[in-house]
């Protein structure tokens, strides 16, 4: 039987549990948590997380990423929030969360 795939803004993006958000400088702190990040936080004294400041458009879409709201209806809340500022609102939200889930960030659910 054959599934039909699921449109992309019909998935519900979700930060991993790991992430934090620093609300007062827009940024997102990411723990090191890999075996060469680890190595350097112990050998080479480098930080344990590092800190991806955020423009605006970022900083709202992260805010905004509960595990319940769609790509679409992350698009509206943009639109409506955020309006000509963060035009063209679908290509850059896909980017950014294309992005967000390259450097695994970021996983999906069905709604």
Do not use: C
């Amino acid at each position: 039987m054959i599934r039909r795939k699921k449109n992309l803004l019909e998935m519900v993006p979700v930060l991993k549990d790991n992430l934090k958000i620093d609300h007062e400088n827009q940024r997102l702190i990411v723990p090191r948590t890999n075996l060469i990040e680890r190595f350097s936080v112990r050998f080479l004294k480098q930080p344990s997380e590092r800190k991806i400041q955020l423009d605006d458009l970022g900083f709202f879409v992260i805010r905004h990423i509960d595990g319940k709201s769609t790509v679409l209806e992350l698009a509206n809340v943009v639109e409506t929030k955020l309006g000509d500022k963060a035009s063209p609102i679908l290509e850059r939200l896909v980017t950014f969360l294309s992005i967000l889930e390259s450097y695994d960030w970021l996983k999906w659910k069905e709604k």
